[in-house]
């Protein structure tokens, strides 16, 4: 067995305890990327009184999602150990969503009802998808995909900010008390991960979150209300009902094409850690398997009132760690997923978490992503047509977002759509693929010796 092998591959057994540990490293992991999601959508539309049964649901769904994805029922699952829950992808176009809802007079029931159909339906897109992906490496490029993420991370970044100095409304916005607070959470972040010991990089997020929770205690900005706490509750199908709205969902139904390329990413890079083969007709059964499951998972969360769902890249860092492989684990992953959704108690805690703590955490989330993004643009040959593609695609995203006045001048319908820099700079990408003519060396390129094909982005 080589160093690099797997302590327990995929089909092994451990025993129960060395299954427990695991699957609480995987929780660790993901904790923080199953949640705040929800949090920041919650926040920005002002559903704070919903957020304990939403924070409930995520958790709940993200479970159920993580047991289909990693046991495989059928063609259903890649049977990888491979853990669920909302991309930080579909953030900004649901807050874009959820704000032209408000616009229009919804309620809150009706802005989570709009939300959840148009989930409900974009998620048919995904399991159309789990059959054709060979058919979408023409117009999914990587280029686009970069451009696409990148856009997601600098789109979001003004949200993040915003939490760290108070959020939308505080009488406090921008004191050093609250830039303070977001300083020490970066700053615990940062030591966790330039720290040589694993465990600390692995959950670099949760701890800054707790640091920054006792500290805001401490300073007084750790308000929380928890004199009528429910611990048990079962979930509700279908509680606000289910909505629509057509310029809503077309930056959502952008968003589950690129998270289908991603998933093909992180399902490479968990069977790669895992051992198993990153080709063949086993390997293509597996891509195939997890992106129906994508599909299927973020219909169930529709269902269940909360937002898609989709691979974790996180966790492949963790099979790399502990050597266990083993898709057995994904049941204790699920098992502990499932009890913390049932105790909405937990979603009332985490709802009071102090904005500028939040904020901090998922400003380097989005950096993070907006680098991701980079790193995947930064793997492709540099021809004529990949920067101009880049160029304008970053440039029509950026601008509908910074400059939004410029599509007054269009029907209500497309100003809505268009305003989405993930629509207008992802739409921008894939006519500049299949229009423009193929790819000539960009002039510093030109002479350089060609030293092989890049590598395709690690996940």
């Avoid at 790399?320 to 699920?334: C, D, E, F, I, N």
Wanted: aromatic fraction near 6%; include cysteine; glycine fraction near 12%.
């Amino acid at each position: 067995m080589s160093a690099d092998s797997p302590v327990y591959r995929l089909e092994d057994r451990p025993g129960p305890l060395a299954s427990l540990l695991a699957a609480f490293q995987h929780v660790l992991a993901s904790f923080v990327g199953i949640i705040a999601p929800s949090l920041i959508v919650g926040g920005a539309l002002g559903l704070e009184q919903y957020l304990p049964y939403l924070l409930s649901m995520a958790l709940f769904v993200s479970g159920v999602a993580t047991w289909i994805q990693s046991q495989r029922l059928g063609p259903l699952g890649s049977g990888l150990l491979s853990i669920q829950g909302t991309s930080f992808s579909f953030v900004a176009a649901l807050i874009a969503a959820g704000q032209a809802a408000r616009t229009d007079g919804a309620s809150d029931e009706a802005v989570i009802a709009t939300l959840i159909g148009v989930c409900a339906l974009g998620s048919f897109i995904e399991i159309a998808l789990g059959g054709m992906l060979h058919r979408l490496k023409r117009i999914i490029t990587p280029t686009v995909t970069g451009v696409v993420v990148t856009l997601i991370g600098l789109s979001l970044v003004k949200v993040g900010v915003t939490d760290m100095a108070g959020g939308v409304g505080a009488e406090d916005f921008g004191s050093l008390a609250n830039l303070g607070l977001a300083a020490l959470v970066i700053v615990v972040v940062l030591a966790c991960q330039m720290s040589r010991h694993p465990w600390l990089r692995i959950g670099s997020v949760f701890y800054g979150l707790v640091i920054g929770c006792v500290a805001a205690v401490f300073t007084g900005h750790f308000n929380a209300e928890l004199e009528s706490l429910r611990w048990f509750a079962l979930p509700q199908p279908l509680r606000f009902g289910i909505g629509f709205d057509w310029a809503a969902f077309v930056p959502v139904a952008f968003i589950f094409l690129v998270t289908a390329i991603e998933t093909v990413g992180d399902l490479t890079g968990t069977a790669r850690a895992s051992g198993e083969p990153i080709s063949g007709p086993e390997h293509q059964r597996r891509l195939r398997g997890g992106v129906l499951a994508d599909g299927v998972n973020s219909l169930l969360a529709a269902l269940f009132n909360t937002f898609p769902n989709t691979t974790f890249s996180q966790n492949t860092g963790v099979v790399q760690l502990t050597g266990v492989a083993s898709r057995h684990v994904g049941r204790y992953v699920a098992a502990i997923l499932l009890l913390l959704g049932l105790v909405p108690a937990l979603g009332s805690v985490l709802q009071y978490i102090p904005r500028p703590v939040l904020g901090a955490a998922t400003t380097l989330m989005f950096g993070l992503i907006a680098v991701s993004g980079i790193r995947i643009l930064s793997d492709q040959a540099m021809t004529r047509k990949t920067i101009m593609t880049i160029a304008v695609s970053l440039g029509m995203g950026l601008g509908v977002q910074l400059v939004p006045e410029a599509l007054s001048g269009l029907p209500d319908t497309a100003r809505q759509i268009f305003a989405s820099p993930i629509t207008t700079g992802g739409l921008s990408a894939i006519l500049c693929t299949l229009l423009l003519p193929g790819g000539a060396p960009a002039p510093e390129e030109a002479h350089q010796p060609q030293a092989g094909v890049t590598p395709r982005r690690s996940s």
